[in-house]
């Protein structure tokens, strides 16, 4: 593999402005107001609930993976189409990009996590309480895969070459011509590693989505999340094993079931017109391709269904592109102005609503908050510390020595998925029973969420040092060091930003879930802006919970602009190997 | 493949195919306009091949653009067998110079990509698109993807994707140059066979080119344009009969003749300088050569006897396109180093004193002329201007981007870098991103201040 699939793979520093402008607080002051909805609603849902019975008997584990491995299928597939729809719309002309470029910038450094309780009552307000609960964990997976890839697409789209694009004109593709022939093939690749990584942060959310509880109502969906918090409840150590086991069967089937089939086969969408010295391989794949059985199918079930769609949709009208900078008609202006101003005057109308639920909250809470955001940023902080401080030397390591990096690298991508939330139980008992302080297993836990970002990496750095550089240190015996301050790192220095950067998002995220936890009637918590979120939540406190899911959203979004994206274009300038 | 020998092969004219009304291009508005093209009058007839000449930048790709419909002209008309062109034009087709074939569909898919739209029946298109490929010589290639075949291979498939939709007019965008010299010679011949012996129904063919003896064996009309803005400056008619050899002394003879047209004369001292960006009159932008190619340039010239040269020579020498060597050229004559006069380049007496002198000689000689250049002259003021001789490189590109297109702003300051770091008038300084003047600094005391640390084991 190539370095330059690994980056477009984990790049998440996208766009470049590395500061705020009235866009983004337009669509901050948007998002605002969509919460301030939510809350709304949310405080009028009905009180008293019934609650599912979770079984803690490892039989049910089966069926609770399938719904849970459902509920993340529904969610991607709603994630794919939004990315087609949303990549589309915003390559396709350059006023919708104006807009929607910011909004998906500012969306994906939003915490989701502390989405989950107002989406949640949100919904029951106005949806029977078990569809509602359903569609809140959908919808919140949903948020949690979406953006990458749609991202991912609308880059595709763009970077489409631009004589490929004539020759689609020049040919008359229409439509879906260009779709099937031109664009899909040619965002497969990108989109396909989006989607890996979408489902490693989906099983992250699911897992916190499954179960929940606000104030004094409970929330909870058959699933293999809510067994495992279900189990540590419990104190049951042989039921967590199991779910845990489960889990990571789960992982690994689909790795090498689905994604690692698939990612074998995108190969032949590749762009560049040279081979490949090392592509991806799959036993899988191998054996499904050598099945009668399995062409037969092939030809039945793909190949004849998308030759009925060739042929009804192949004859729609011809598309013709529009010029990108045509200058526009004076209603188009008149209605993008009125748009404009509905926005605004609806932004301001609740705006005002919402000042008054924030100025509700005391003074003192305030205080919290802004304790709580330096207290997590600490948190934070560590945590990638830590990470650095153990991926560098192994990642280093193992990318030195192609071998090693062959055999682990499929491993290190199986224990990135594995989403660090399956393991708060046992934390969570580790605090019970061995008066662990729950501040290290914070900072533990955003490790085991963030580390593996940084370590696949680092590997991808190593690897990417070109030959010669590396026999140049040799002949100039560059040891230790040396090696180290003139080679090595800086190599290594755009790769780690990237990696810190999709860490940093993580670890903000999970404070929420790993800063407060609550066992029989003991709630451990300590001061952080994760807690405040959580412990808003179970208390019902909107006021609270709408102030500190703002803060943290704002906190989010600058530390993004102002320190990762600077640091992302310094590393792109100046240590970029070409 | 032996050219057939089809007679002095020229094809009688018949109807006019495309006809260009006073065509212009623009682009942007304000501060960022730009005019690519401007009064173009052109008109293709059937049996007409016609090649598309002139330093880049000129607007040929464009222009060929407008006439396939992929671009609209903002000023005149377009008109396709007196009707005026509206969109994409349906009875051409082009073939790109990087080939433009999805690598992710086989040499077969590729063509009967280009019929799935016209709506033919599966068994049709498969069987036009395996006649094709025959045609081309490609018959066992079918299954092959892209990436398998070599470029000129990979170019095969683009003709016969291209010819497989039957065009009236064939456009190629410059065919031939991302191919080897070989492949590129054995596919000239072929397309020379298939179009002078009318196996194809294509009408008219128009080829952008960036090598003049292509287009002067391939085509019966040559059309020379210039740029700022791209316009037309000649048309010459080629009536050599085909085959043609290129040692003949009438194809050297065009050739030669063409070269001419196209370096022209050296001007005035003040004309070939313009004037400095804000300064009213024409800026003149530098021509994007670096140093080494000019220095190269000077040096394989005073070699000569008579410290000249046949332009047509050179290029044959070094390269095959002349896109390459007319910046070079045109550098050395904005610096004062040659004159060009009906296609031969001469030194001055001052080239020639630069070709011989020593490095520091030359980097005193390159200095004071440079000195000259009025956009070199304006940097080094403004640098001047201010108290610790630094300005940001923003500040310069906002300034140029007044005059030029955005990216061309980038590449001319890249130039002016390139050429004063050499003549040590002024440097770029990477960590903040700023021109600066270098302050005399004597050998002795760098190596005693070395900036690196010391190479201790």
């Known amino acids: ?217 409970d929330f909870r969906l058959p699933g293999v999340g809510s067994y495992l918090q279900e189990a540590a409840n419990a104190n049951d ?78 004859k729609a009208r011809r598309f013709e592109p529009a010029e990108l900078d045509r200058p526009l008609h004076w209603t188009q202006h008149a209605a993008r102005f009125l748009a404009l101003l509905i926005f605004i005057l609806i932004v301001l109308a609740l705006g005002i609503e919402l000042v008054g639920l924030l100025l509700s909250v005391p003074l003192a809470e305030y205080g919290r908050i802004a304790a709580g955001t330096v207290a997590t940023a600490l948190r934070v902080i560590t945590a990638m510390l830590i990470a650095i401080a153990w991926t560098i030397p192994l990642g280093v390591l193992i990318g030195s020595s192609p071998r090693l990096a062959n055999i682990l690298q499929p491993l290190v991508q199986i224990a990135a998925s594995i989403p660090a939330t399956a393991f708060f139980p046992l934390i969570v008992l580790a605090i019970v029973s061995n008066g662990v302080s729950l501040n290290v297993a914070a900072v533990l836990l955003m490790l085991l969420g963030t580390q593996w970002y940084i370590l696949f990496n680092v590997i991808a750095g190593t690897s990417a040092i070109p030959k010669d550089l590396r026999d140049m240190s040799d002949l100039m015996r560059f040891k230790g060091w040396r090696r180290w301050r003139k080679l090595i790192l800086p190599s290594l220095f755009p790769y780690l930003i990237t990696g810190l950067i999709t860490a940093s998002g993580g670890a903000w995220n999970a404070s929420i879930v790993a800063e407060y936890a609550e066992f029989g009637q003991q709630t451990y918590d300590v001061i952080g802006l994760g807690a405040l979120i959580s412990e808003a939540t179970a208390k019902g406190d909107f006021g609270l919970l709408t102030a500190a899911t703002l803060t943290m959203i704002i906190v989010v979004v600058c530390i993004n602009r102002y320190f990762w994206r600077r640091l992302y274009r310094l590393a792109e300038e100046k240590y970029r190997m070409e | ?97 990087s080939f433009a074939l999805y690598p992710w569909l086989t040499v077969q898919e590729n063509v009967e990509a280009a019929l799935e739209p016209l709506g033919i029946a599966r068994l049709e298109r498969t069987k036009r698109a395996l006649r094709l490929l025959d045609h081309v010589g490609l018959d066992g290639f079918e299954m092959a993807y892209p990436r398998e075949l070599s470029g000129g291979m990979r170019q095969k498939v683009g003709f016969a994707r291209a010819m497989a939709v039957e065009p009236e007019l064939l456009c190629l965008d410059e065919p031939f140059s991302a191919l080897d010299v070989l492949s ?222 955005a990216e061309i702003a980038e590449r001319q300051l890249d130039t002016a870098v390139d050429w004063a770091r050499y003549a040590e008038l002024f440097s770029y300084d990477n960590s903040d991103n700023a021109l600066f003047i270098e302050v005399e600094q004597p050998i002795a005391q760098a190596i005693a201040q070395p900036n690196g640390a010391p190479n201790d084991h």
Request: hydrophobic letters at 50%; a neutral charge.
């Open chain 2, 1 to 97: 493949m032996a050219l057939a020998t089809h007679g002095h092969g020229h094809k009688p004219l018949g109807q006019t195919l495309v006809d260009l009304r006073k065509v212009g291009k623009h682009y942007g508005r304000g501060d960022k306009y730009t005019e690519a093209l401007r009064g173009i009058n052109l008109t293709i007839r059937e049996g007409e091949f016609i090649a598309l000449l002139g330093p880049s930048g000129c607007g040929k790709s464009t222009l060929l653009r407008i006439i396939a419909g992929l671009i609209g002209a903002t000023e005149g008309e377009v008109l396709y067998r007196g009707q005026p062109l509206r969109g994409v034009n349906p009875n051409t087709t082009i073939v790109f110079q």
């Open chain 1, 1 to 217: 593999m190539d370095a330059l699939r690994r980056k477009t793979v984990f790049a998440t520093g996208q766009s470049s402005a590395t500061y705020l402008g009235w866009a983004d607080i337009l669509i901050l002051l948007g998002i605002a107001t969509a919460v301030y909805l939510g809350v709304q609603l949310a405080s009028s849902a009905p009180v008293s609930l019934a609650r599912a019975e979770i079984d803690l008997n490892p039989q049910v584990l089966p069926y609770y993976a399938l719904q849970s491995v459902g509920r993340m299928a529904a969610a991607y597939l709603l994630s794919v189409l939004f990315s087609l729809v949303y990549g589309y719309m915003a390559a396709r002309s350059r006023s919708a990009e104006r807009v929607l470029l910011p909004v998906l910038d500012v969306l994906q450094s939003v915490p989701i996590l502390s989405f989950l309780p107002v989406v949640v009552l949100g919904l029951t307000a106005i949806l029977p309480q078990a569809t509602a609960v359903e569609i809140a964990a959908i919808v919140l997976i949903f948020t949690s895969q979406v953006w990458n890839m749609t991202y991912s697409f609308y880059q595709s789209l763009r970077t489409l070459p631009r004589e490929l694009r004539e020759a689609a004109s020049v040919f008359r593709f229409n439509w879906w011509w260009r779709f099937r022939r031109m664009e899909l093939p040619f965002a497969s690749i990108g989109l396909l590693w989006n989607s890996i990584m979408s489902w490693a942060g989906g099983w992250f959310f699911l897992m916190a989505a499954e179960i929940f509880t606000v104030g004094d109502k």
């Open chain 2, 184 to 405: 590129a010679e054995s596919l000239r011949g072929e397309l020379m066979e298939l179009w002078l012996s009318g196996t194809i129904p294509t009408k008219a063919i128009l080829m952008v080119s960036h090598n003049i003896e292509e287009a002067v064996f391939m085509a019966d009309r040559l059309i020379i344009m210039d740029k700022n803005p791209g316009h037309i400056v000649a048309e010459i008619q080629n009536t050599l009969p085909h085959p043609r050899r290129r040692k003949e002394k009438a194809f050297l003879t065009m050739v030669d003749q063409i070269y001419a047209q196209m370096v022209g004369k050296t001007r005035t001292e003040a004309e070939e300088l313009g004037s400095a960006p804000g300064e009213p009159g024409l800026t003149r932008a530098l021509p994007e050569a670096p140093i080494s190619a000019i220095s190269g340039l000077v040096e394989r010239v005073n070699e000569e006897l008579t410290n000249k040269i046949d332009v047509y020579r050179l290029a044959d020498e070094f390269v095959n396109d002349y896109d390459e060597i007319l910046p070079i050229i045109e550098a050395a004559e904005v610096i004062g180093f040659a004159n060009v006069e009906a296609g031969d380049l001469s030194l001055t007496p001052l080239g020639q004193a630069f070709a011989e002198g020593s490095i520091q000689a030359r980097k005193e000689i390159f200095a004071a002329r440079l000195r000259r250049v009025p956009m070199i002259r304006w940097i080094l003021s403004m640098l001047k201007a201010q108290p610790d001789q630094r300005l940001s490189w923003d500040v310069f590109i906002a300034a140029l981007s007044r005059e030029f297109p």
């Open chain 1, 237 to 314: 150590t042989t039921a967590i094993v199991w779910g845990v086991l489960t889990l990571v069967l789960i992982v690994v089937l689909l790795d090498q079931l689905v994604w690692r089939p698939l990612l074998v086969w995108v190969q032949k969408f590749k762009l560049e017109t040279v081979e490949d010295d090392n592509p991806p391989t799959s036993w899988f794949y191998s054996l499904l391709s050598g099945s009668r059985l399995a062409n037969w199918l092939n030809q039945v079930l793909v190949v004849n269904v998308v030759r009925a769609v060739d042929r009804r949709l192949g």
